[in-house]
């Protein structure tokens, strides 16, 4: 099962400030671990809200707002995306996860939807489009 891990925003993250050489090592060697366990399909940092935009959609209309946005609590400063046997095993690796001495924060774990939770509209018509659409983006990765 996949799962999307949602690293939450502090103010540190928010201003830009860069985590401490000891975390940015700490987290580099996490990494290394869920590499090596075959379970990281992705991570990334993300930049303040400062520097993004976020898109309304309403009907046919599209308003952009530049950041940053008010609520830190509820930005995302970075995410994994892992794969692993059941909600218990993301659980385990992300109490694994280094942070801070004394800091505090949170990190949200949410299942990934798979083609199987769409059935019966996910037709196998659909499955191979959606296959071919996967197979693409890692030949454009690589």
Do not use: Y
């Not at 580099?28 to 935009?53: D, R």
């Not at 830190?72 to 692993?84: C, H, M, N």
């Not at 083609?115 to 996967?134: I, K, Q, S, V, W």
């Amino acid at each position: 099962m996949r799962f999307m891990v949602m690293v939450k925003a502090d103010t540190q993250s928010e201003a830009g400030l860069p985590p401490s050489a000891e975390l940015v090592t700490a987290m580099a060697k996490f990494n290394e671990e869920l590499v090596n366990a075959g379970v990281l399909l992705a991570a990334e940092g993300l930049k303040p809200s400062s520097t993004g935009v976020r898109v309304r959609l309403a009907g046919e209309s599209r308003t952009v707002v530049d950041g940053p946005f008010a609520e830190t609590k509820e930005l995302l400063a970075g995410f994994w995306l892992i794969d692993v046997k059941s909600m218990d095993d993301a659980i385990a690796w992300i109490k694994r996860v280094p942070c801070e001495p004394g800091g505090e924060g949170d990190v949200e774990i949410r299942p990934v939807f798979e083609a199987a939770d769409f059935a019966p509209e996910m037709t196998e018509e659909r499955r191979a489009a959606e296959r071919l659409l996967r197979d693409r983006v890692a030949a454009q990765q690589r």
